[in-house]
């Protein structure tokens, strides 16, 4: 087990199988590639938090946040993630909070990939999605409100 001393989220307490190897980072956090994927309790919403640093993004799997979200793979990414089959990748949406609506980013997903502990994020070309989309909610039971 390993303690991240956040200031934003106290004591995060995560196993080796929370931790990811980001090898190109994040846009604008390229010089950072390890994380920890930590979920929220009774939520379908993570946290993303750097190993090294004070740099956090709250997640939600798209398949929780969008219906019929799908895009096409590039074959080099999925060499990088070392994905088996397209089932291993797991894409997930950064949550933004504008005013006091949040936000999904659907151009730039984080894709996760469990088996091999990789992750990265990945722009999407096609088809056009974009960079902030509200999130609508549909099952209310897990909002959070």
């Known amino acids: ?6 200031t934003r989220y106290g004591e995060l307490t995560v196993s080796k199988e929370q931790l990811y190897e980001f090898p190109q980072g994040i846009v604008g956090f390229s010089n950072i590639d390890q994380y920890a994927l930590v979920p929220f309790a009774d939520t379908d919403f993570f946290v993303l938090h750097a190993l090294s640093e004070e740099v956090s993004f709250i997640l939600i799997p798209a398949a929780r946040a969008k219906s019929n979200y799908a895009f096409e ?6 060499l990088m993630l070392e994905a088996n089959k397209p089932d291993d ?3 997930f949406l950064i949550v933004n909070i504008i005013g006091d609506v ?3 980013n659907l151009k730039a997903p984080i894709l996760i990939v469990p088996n091999s502990l990789k992750g990265c994020q990945y722009v999407v070309t096609q088809p056009s999605y974009p960079i902030r989309e509200p999130l609508v909610y549909e ?3 897990h909002a959070g409100t």
């Open 139 to 141: 099952d209310m039971n």
């Open 1 to 6: 087990m390993i303690t991240i001393d956040s």
């Open 73 to 78: 793979l590039a074959q080099e990414t999925v």
């Open 102 to 104: 949040p936000h999904i």
């Open 89 to 91: 990748v797991v894409p």
